[in-house]
């Protein structure tokens, strides 16, 4: 599966610690984030981590559109509590929601929601993303392209 990470500045260390405590899950997955939250989840636990560009220099938008394609099975965005002044972050979270809304990503705004959603990944039972998605090994191997 391939799942997504951002994590507000607030919540960075949140999203380093839940990794460290999934490692031996998400390391089964492909796995990509937002550069800096990226940097400190691969730094803290090892994993391989695709690093987008940082979220406020287009990072989230990077990862809306890769949810657009249905490249993303997952995302866990670790949001900060207090509103926004930035009516340009409030667009980029609601085109980042709406897309996953859209296209059946299951998405983690917490904690508590992100250990369910680990938990299932874990059991299978997001194994149908693995239909939509165009990238997964199940489409590579329909197609005969799994190298």
């Keep these: 599966m391939d799942i997504a990470l951002i994590a ?5 260390e949140l999203m380093t610690q839940f990794c460290i405590a999934y490692c031996g899950i998400l390391s089964k997955h492909n796995i990509c984030a937002t550069s800096t939250t990226g940097k400190y989840v691969s730094e803290a636990t ?3 981590i695709e690093k987008l560009l940082a ?3 287009g990072g989230q938008q990077q990862i809306t559109s890769k949810i657009s394609y249905n490249e ?3 995302l866990l965005y670790f ?4 509103p926004s ?3 340009a972050i409030e667009e980029a979270d609601y085109n980042l929601l709406r897309m996953c809304d859209v296209h059946n990503v299951p998405v ?3 904690i508590a929601t992100a ?3 680990i938990c299932a990944v874990e059991r299978g039972d997001l194994d149908w993303r693995e239909i939509v998605n165009p990238r997964s090994d199940y489409n590579r191997r329909r197609r005969g392209i799994l190298y």
């Design 55 to 57: 979220g406020e220099h």
């Design 72 to 74: 993303i099975d997952v």
């Design 8 to 12: 507000d500045d607030t919540k960075k």
């Design 115 to 117: 250990e369910v959603l």
């Design 85 to 87: 002044m930035d009516p």
């Design 79 to 82: 949001r900060s509590t207090s």
């Design 108 to 110: 983690a705004t917490n």
């Design 46 to 48: 090892g994993l391989e």
